[in-house]
C-alpha cells in the first residue's frame, strides 16, 4: 500500500464527477444486496441536485481528497433537530446520509479519516450526537460503524407482501 497524504474539505462543484462515481460504487452495492428495492445502473442525483446540495450549509459533505486534490472518499450529512416538538428533546444532529471510500482505497483509513472527520465537524456545530442508517444487507458497513463505537439507535423492520 502506497502511504498518501489526505485531508477532509468540503466537497465543491469541481468534484461532481468523482462524487458520480463514488455514489454510482454505493448505488451498485445496494443494488446488488437488495435489487427488489434498488434499481441498476441509475444515478442517485443530477448534476443540478448536487450542486444545490454542495451549496446547502444545512447539508455538508465532506471529502477526503488526496495530495493532488482527488476525492477518495465522501460523506454527505444532515443537520436535524426537533424545535418546539412535543416529545422529542431540541438536540442538533448531524446525520449522516452516506458515506462512500472509492473501491480503490478500500482497507486505508480512508472511512476512519472520514468518520473522524465528521465527528469533529458535528462538535464544532453545536451537536449532541451523530446518527445513520445502514442497511442490513451490507455487512461490511455495518461492521465499520461497530468497530467506531456506534450502536443500534432504532431498528427499522420490514414484511415483503
Not at 412535543?86 to 462512500?100: A, G
Request: charged fraction near 25%; glycine fraction near 4%.
Amino acid at each position: 500500500m502506497t502511504e498518501s497524504k489526505l485531508t477532509v474539505r468540503r466537497a465543491a462543484p469541481r468534484d461532481l464527477p468523482r462524487l458520480h462515481e463514488l455514489l454510482r460504487q454505493v448505488a451498485e452495492v445496494h443494488h446488488q444486496g437488495r435489487p427488489d428495492l434498488f434499481k441498476a445502473g441509475q444515478r442517485k442525483y443530477t448534476d443540478e441536485q448536487l450542486l444545490e446540495i454542495l451549496a446547502d450549509d444545512t447539508r455538508p459533505v465532506l471529502a477526503a481528497v488526496n495530495e493532488q486534490d482527488v476525492v477518495q472518499g465522501y460523506a454527505f450529512c444532515v443537520f436535524k433537530q426537533f424545535v418546539n416538538d412535543n416529545i422529542m428533546t431540541d438536540i442538533r444532529t448531524l446525520y449522516i446520509d452516506d458515506l462512500c471510500v472509492d473501491e480503490a482505497c478500500r482497507g486505508q483509513h480512508v472511512g476512519t479519516l472520514l468518520y473522524d472527520a465528521v465527528l469533529d465537524f458535528a462538535r464544532q456545530h453545536g451537536c449532541y450526537n451523530v446518527t445513520l442508517n445502514v442497511w442490513s444487507c451490507n455487512k461490511s458497513a455495518q461492521k465499520f460503524y461497530e468497530a467506531r463505537g456506534l450502536v443500534p439507535q432504532k431498528i427499522g423492520m420490514e414484511v415483503i407482501l
